[in-house]
C-alpha cells in the first residue's frame, strides 16, 4: 500500500497527460492499483511496473477516447489542471496538451515518458512493446512536433495572478482599451462546452473580433461575472469564475511577448467536477 501510494502522484500526472482527463486518469490508477495488489510481492523494481500499467492502460483507452473526440461538440479541451505542489509540478502548459494531441498515442507515450518524466530509454521499450530504436525514433519525431509549443519562459506567480485579474475586470466591464493593450493582434479564443451549456462552437480568431465580442457580451447582458480566484491551470494564468448565465467556468492564457495570445475556456460542466470539489464553487 505505501509502495503504490508513493508512486500514485507521479501515475496521476502521467496518466493525465497521455488522456486530457483527469477523471479518466483517476480511473486508470484505480485499475493499476487493482492489478498491483494481485503481484505487489512479487515485483522488484514497482515505480518501473506500475508505470508500464499506467501507459498500457492509457493507451487502450486512447483508442475510444479519440472515437469520441471526433464527435464531440465544438471545440474540445484537456480538463483545466490546477497548479499541482511544486514538488510534483511538471513544465507542460495547456498549449503543450493541445499539442500532444497530434501525435499518434505511441509518440505521445513515448514522449512524455522519456522526455517529461525522465523514464529510461529501455524502460520505455518495455513499457511500449517496441525495441529501443523504435521508441527513440517516435520520441524525435514527437519533439519535433511539438518543439514550438514550448513554453519560453515561465511567468512568476504574482504576475500571473495581476495578468488574470486584469484580464477578468477588463472582459467583464467591456474595457476595450484595456483589453486591447493586452491582448496580440493575432488573439484567439478557444471555448469547451460540449453542447452542455452555451459556448463560441468555433474559435475566434483576431483582435478585432474578440474586441467586439467581449464588447457585445456587456452592452446584451445585465449580469457580471464573478471572480472565483486567480489559478495557475496547466502551467499558464488563468482563473475560475462564476459567469453569465450562473455558469463556472475556468479561463487560462497563454502569453507570448508580454500579450495575450491564446484564451483557452472551459465550461463543460463534466470537465469542472474536479474544479468544484477543490474551489467549493455552486
Not at 505542489?85 to 493541445?98: C, K, N
Not at 486584469?166 to 493575432?186: H, K, N, P
Request: with cysteine; hydrophobic share 45%.
Amino acid at each position: 500500500m505505501q509502495l503504490f501510494e508513493a508512486q500514485r502522484p507521479r501515475l496521476q500526472r502521467l496518466a493525465y497527460r497521455m488522456l486530457g482527463s483527469v477523471a479518466e486518469a483517476e480511473d486508470v490508477v484505480q485499475d493499476a492499483w487493482l492489478r498491483w495488489r494481485k503481484v505487489e510481492e512479487a515485483v522488484d523494481a514497482p515505480a518501473a511496473y506500475l508505470g508500464r500499467i499506467v501507459t498500457r492502460l492509457c493507451l487502450d483507452r486512447m483508442k475510444s477516447a479519440r472515437v469520441r473526440r471526433e464527435t464531440y461538440f465544438g471545440a474540445w479541451l484537456p480538463e483545466p489542471l490546477l497548479a499541482p505542489e511544486p514538488e510534483v509540478a511538471d513544465d507542460l502548459t495547456l498549449t503543450l496538451m493541445l499539442a500532444l494531441e497530434r501525435l499518434s498515442p505511441l509518440e505521445r507515450a513515448a514522449f512524455l515518458l522519456h522526455d517529461v518524466f525522465g523514464v529510461p530509454l529501455g524502460e520505455v521499450a518495455t513499457a511500449l512493446e517496441r525495441d529501443a530504436a523504435a521508441v527513440r525514433q517516435l520520441a524525435a519525431r514527437a519533439r519535433k512536433h511539438v518543439q514550438a509549443a514550448r513554453p519560453r519562459y515561465r511567468v512568476e506567480q504574482a504576475e500571473a495572478d495581476r495578468i488574470a485579474q486584469a484580464f477578468f475586470v477588463a472582459s467583464r466591464d467591456g474595457d476595450l482599451q484595456a483589453l486591447q493593450a493586452m491582448l496580440a493582434e493575432d488573439v484567439v479564443i478557444h471555448a469547451d462546452g460540449g453542447g452542455r451549456v452555451p459556448a463560441f462552437r468555433n474559435p475566434i480568431l483576431g483582435l478585432a473580433r474578440v474586441l467586439r465580442l467581449y464588447a457585445g457580451l456587456r452592452r446584451k447582458s445585465g449580469e457580471r461575472p464573478v471572480l472565483l480566484r486567480p489559478l495557475t491551470i496547466d502551467g499558464l494564468p488563468g482563473f475560475a469564475s462564476i459567469d453569465r448565465g450562473r455558469v463556472l467556468q475556468t479561463t487560462a492564457l497563454e502569453l507570448k511577448d508580454g500579450r495575450i495570445a491564446a484564451i483557452y475556456i472551459v465550461r463543460n460542466p463534466d470537465k469542472l467536477r474536479h474544479v468544484v470539489a477543490t474551489l467549493g464553487a455552486p
